[in-house]
């Protein structure tokens, strides 16, 4: 017996909106299903994976997953959700967007399964570049009516909203040229259902009507949306003040990406868990209930940030992550720091007091490098003088025995830090130039 997709989702909370018919579809025989993508980045941010994990779980059911690349729509912009019309592609960025892109995906979907239900990449580029505009108009226009593009939210929000600038006819004519990607993957590759999140409902049942009156009433095509992921609090998801959370580790490193799920509130990582892991539903049910019993421990939010940071990334970068974790909260050794690359290192000392030392110095004891005017880690010499035969300061992890023992080129971390730690809890990091 197949395993029901649209109840994985419900359980899951990832169900949102879905055309009447289509779950007993979905249970009687396997169905290719597509979520589109806009190219407009070379890696997608986590704002993407609710829409991954949709077409994750459609094929571990059994059904067969296209992945769009939106390479044409990428060139025109949508208005969903939208307060302004989006910056326009060239086509060899979007190329270059969309092999990043696929290679990420490929750790969430199996492009090489011997399977009938393997996973596909497309790009939509492919198929209207030749498409002139009169055949356009003539095989895709006349089927919609004006009517019926107006009545849609996402133009109602844009004609009535804020923005001063309306919308513009490349903007409104993308509902048609979503809708037509549905027919191309209807009619090329049998593709009878789309996946999106919420605020692409309407330019999704504009495609399911394109295909019914351009093939016939009795054709079946399916939509199915999931909510847009917020927090508890209603903020929006998977934004942080410095910006986006990307999968690409060369945006975000792996231990920022872990850090935002394990700071994630006790409410969050409830609903999250469910929504970005491919647990089952037994083992969450599970560690809910442990959770509830000591919150202190945040169990919940480890499991999820180890889960998703090892699917997203891998093992090595989730024990890494770990690590780097425990370098500010637990014990850790000089070599644990130069185990680290060097984003992560400036990644996990973000925000401490940071001081800038020329390499001439180096050589000098410690005292006269740290307790000087331009390099404030101590207020006096006395004050570190005490403070090291207190045995409360540490070098690179390390216990600092004497005050004047010299700092040599031989103590820099990846060549260039030093990081002075005063106490349990203050850390000064100095770069040495």
Known sequence: MRKNFVEELRWRGMLAQIMPGTEEFLQKEMVTAYLGTDPTADSLHIGHL???????????????????????????????GKSQERNLLDADTLYHNQEAIKKQVAKFLDFESKEENAAEMVN?????????????????????????????????????GTAHDGLSFTEFTYQLLQGYDFLYLYQHKGCRLQLGGNDQWGNMTTGTELIRRTLGSETEAYALTCPLITKADGKKFGKTETGNIWLDPKRTSPYKFYQFWLNVSDDDAERYIKIFTSLEKDVIDALVEEHKTDPGRRMLQKR????????????EDLDMAIEASNILFGKSTKESLQRLDEQTFLDIFEGVPQFQLPKSELGQPAIELFARDDVKVFASKGEMRKLVQ????????????????????????????????????????????
């Open 50 to 80: 609710c829409g991954i994990m949709m077409l994750r779980h459609l094929q571990r059911c059994g059904h067969k997953p296209i992945i769009l690349v939106g390479g044409a729509t990428g060139m025109i912009g949508d208005p969903s």
């Open 124 to 160: 939509n580029y492919d198929w209207m570049k030749d498409f002139t505009f009169l055949d356009f108009a003539r095989e895709v226009g006349k089927h919609i009516t004006v009517n019926y593009m107006m009545a849609k939210d996402s133009v109602q929000q844009r004609l009535n």
């Open 304 to 315: 999820l940030a180890e889960e998703v940071t090892t699917m997203v990334h891998s093992k």
């Open 390 to 433: 207190g045995g409360g300061v540490s070098l690179n992890k390390e216990k600092l025995e004497a005050f004047d023992r010299p700092v040599t080129a031989d103590d820099l971390i990846d060549g260039k830090y030093l990081l002075v730690q005063r106490g349990k809890k203050n850390y000064y990091l100095v770069t040495v130039k």
